[in-house]
């Protein structure tokens, strides 16, 4: 990553002000409004052996891995108390790679414990169980995926105010600030893909009765009362609530969860602004980038006030557990960032750790805001459709990052709407570029000094299109994240939304831009 510093208009690294604004959403919250169970989900209670964790007592084994440091452990343990979370990441509760390719199943703990295929769909007759993308057009099929819902004009009327209100919400009365800050949610909107997804995830699981599996699964040689006199409900995570499919849009419930698709998409946005300071990048969804249109201390200051912006909403969302777990997501930008700086020269040839930065900068914001859907309506963290939403999270922001890395090879710069190449102008070696290194070998010294050397950009372009395999590989990884989100996806109940997802996770890996 590249950082310019021309003294007059100098780059403030902003995303560690996210730091800042996770301390505003914390103001506003109160300390046991919604938490995890100790003992169904690891939670441990010995502050002298630090064992604060949300899921397990044990991190997961792994190999040798590039682990991105933003807080260290001390700072962590003194931010701890036997009731608070400490989430691990979503690359240590589901699959990241494929077993022929060296992927493992990772432990299980209460994060990734409650799986069950039909625990959701008692009684209900589903006409897509066992669905598999492959039968489909685009990725080798006949069947026609325009057979289920399109999932944009699905929740069209519901996002069509979005733009209005959004802007509305990050309102300043420093003019400038404010027309930086509004700038993608006026000119230059996208297809709203997060908003979307957290729209149709809330109608997906508002016809799931929410059922206390927390209190079902205590051990019964604990007592929950131990830790902070919580017991019950109170620990699951979830909101207080109860709503069905009938008179779901329109409450307080689709209220807040809509509140979280806004924010998400602001904190997305947030991201887009600093990434483009630090890159250098001159445009963004096919217009100037909003640096470019300003300058960089406007950009960085426009993305910072979205963040905190951002942070003030979550609390307002008044579920401690979805603060902080939206923190979490805000922090796991940092992380990304990190690790794309600073990840030691032989770890950028492992195709693990290019996906756990992938998690970091793209996935764990997806993630967690499907998971966070969840418990606004009413499931309990460690619930099946918790579980069953971050893993589709987890698995289709994946997918979309490969299919956007894929692209950035095989797709024109005018039709992406960003320069293309733009990773190894950055020194990013991403799955196509790895998938070739590992048939030649000679790319090996090219990845791992981040393509600095004069020729080494276009030696790796032309060793890639040599290759038989690289991109094709990359395709099917792309591939097996999509089904891997489908397959999440079918332990809810058939309903109209969760089949839009469907489509949607179709078309993540078969768009051209």
Known sequence: ????????????????????????????????????????????????????????????????????????????ALSHSSTTMKLIPSFDLFQLLPEEEGGVIPETTSGNAVRDPN??????????????????????GNKKIEQFPDPFKMVEKELQPFSDSIKELVSTDQPVLSMAAKHFFEKRQGKRFRPTIVQLVAKAVSGVEAVNDVESTVNGDHDADKVGGISGWEWSGASPVKVNSEDHKGSEVWRRQAQLGQIVEMIHVASLIHDDVLDEADTRRG???????????????????????ASVLLARL????????????LESLVAGEIMQLKSPPKTLLEMETYLRKSYYKTASLIAY?????????????????????????????????????????????????????????????????????????????????????????????????????????????????????????????????????????????????
């Open 1 to 76: 990553m590249r950082v310019r510093n021309n003294g007059q208009d100098g780059v403030m690294s902003g995303r560690f002000v996210v730091a800042a604004a996770v301390l505003v959403a914390a103001t506003f919250t109160t300390p046991a409004s919604a938490f995890t169970n100790p003992i169904s989900s690891g939670v441990c209670t010995d502050i002298n052996k630090s064992q604060l964790c949300m899921s397990m007592a044990v991190e997961p084994t792994a190999k040798s891995r590039s682990k991105p440091v933003v807080v260290s452990a001390e700072a962590e």
């Open 119 to 140: 625990s959701s769909k008692i009684g209900l007759v589903d006409e897509l169980d066992g669905l598999l993308l492959s039968e489909f057009k685009g990725l080798g």
């Open 287 to 309: 217009g100037e980038a909003v640096h470019k249109l300003y300058s960089n201390k406007v950009a960085v200051l426009a993305g910072d006030y979205l963040l905190a912006r």
């Open 318 to 329: 008044e579920n401690t557990a979805v603060v902080q777990i939206m923190a979490t997501a």
């Open 369 to 513: 805001a499907c998971r966070s859907t969840a418990l606004l309506g009413g499931h309990s963290y460690a619930s099946n459709v918790a579980t069953a939403c971050e893993e589709f999270g987890f698995h289709l922001g994946l997918a979309y990052q490969l299919q956007d890395d894929i692209l950035d090879f095989t797709a024109a710069a005018n039709v992406l709407g960003k320069p293309a190449l733009a990773d190894m102008d950055l020194g990013l070696s991403t799955a196509p570029i790895l998938y070739a290194a590992q048939e030649f070998p000679k790319l090996r010294p090219l990845v791992m000094r981040r393509f600095k050397e004069k020729g080494d950009k276009e030696l790796a372009l032309e060793t890639l299109y040599k290759s038989d395999t690289a991109m094709e590989k990359a395709k099917n990884l792309a591939k097996f994240h999509a089904q891997r989100a489908i397959d999440a996806l079918l332990r809810l109940p058939q309903s109209e939304s969760r089949d839009a997802l469907v489509r949607l996770t179709h078309a993540v890996i078969t768009r051209k831009k």
